[in-house]
């Protein structure tokens, strides 16, 4: 007799995974189940598992898996998601929510509707970190603006590892086409996540993701976060900026104390059961 997985389908912007909460429904290969639940013709379809647990060190925590079964460090739009998933199904009641990631302890601020549901949530995402050697194969570890398959990269770690390049035109990048020979690029020994961005003339970023173990994506929560600081340490925009994706918008601010808040929406898709 086959065990019944309870679950739940959610997107930030259209970055879409599904959500488990591992007390009530224990998965032994969490891997394995990334892999057989995202495909999208025979399983559930989405970008990869996010499970949520109870944590020593913070409210719960959170760890998500791509859909080629590797584990990411964190994800922008998934923790936002995890905010809402507890505040829905009566895990805590508090408006303020803290995850434990493998990049930190991330601090959630949820905003609900008038009708009392969280759809939206800020996030402190901690510290950018423009220097890492296990990360960047550099001499010291950084990168503005260098060669990376004849364009212009920036380093921004978000604790996952980000290869910010800008473009004039947005529209030609082949993102399907390229994406791996920069995911798989030497200078990142851990792989990359990699973010082509152009300026508009409203000042708002126009961004598309290819992240690492996943492929492309409508958005990418710490991919908006990085391509904010690396148009800031470029000097082409301020400290606040609109990156617009695929799946919509992120507000990211970078703090007075040095911190990265992403501000964005969260939204459920379906509630379901799938046989483990």
Not at 82 to 93: I, M, N, P, S, W
Not at 96 to 119: A, H, N, P, R, Y
Not at 132 to 140: L, M, V
Not at 194 to 206: S, Y
Request: glycine share 10%; net charge negative.
């Amino acid at each position: 007799m086959s065990t019944k997985i309870n679950f739940t389908k959610m997107h930030g912007c259209g970055n879409n995974y599904i959500y488990v909460y591992l007390p009530d429904n224990p998965i032994a290969d969490l891997q394995k189940a990334a892999i057989e639940w995202s495909r999208p013709n025979f399983g559930i379809g989405s970008d990869g598992l996010i499970t949520i647990e109870k944590s020593d060190i913070a409210d719960f925590k959170m760890r998500i898996f791509n859909n080629d079964g590797s584990e990411a460090m964190m994800c922008g739009n998934g923790v936002r998601c995890c905010g809402k998933f507890v505040r829905d199904h009566h895990l805590t009641e508090k408006n303020t929510v803290t995850f434990e990631t493998l990049s930190g302890i991330k601090i959630l601020q949820l905003f609900e509707d008038e009708k009392g549901e969280v759809i939206s949530a800020r996030v402190d995402m901690g510290e950018p970190i423009l220097n890492n050697k296990n990360q960047c194969a550099t001499p010291d570890g950084s990168m503005v603006e260098g060669d990376v398959n004849g364009m212009k990269g920036t380093f921004v770690s978000m604790g996952n590892p980000h290869d910010v390049i800008f473009v004039d035109d947005i529209n030609s990048i082949q993102l399907e086409k390229i994406g791996k020979d920069f995911e798989f690029h030497p200078l990142f020994p851990e792989r990359v996540n990699t973010e082509f961005a152009q300026i508009l003339p409203d000042g708002a970023i126009r961004m598309r993701v290819w992240e690492r173990g996943s492929g492309i994506t409508m958005a990418c929560g710490t991919g908006a976060c990085a391509t904010s600081v690396a148009a800031t340490i470029t000097k082409r925009t301020g400290r606040t900026n609109t990156i617009i994706m695929d799946g919509g918008p992120l507000t990211i601010e970078w703090g007075d104390d040095n911190h990265i808040y992403m501000t964005g929406p969260a939204a459920k898709v379906f509630d379901g059961q799938i046989d483990l």
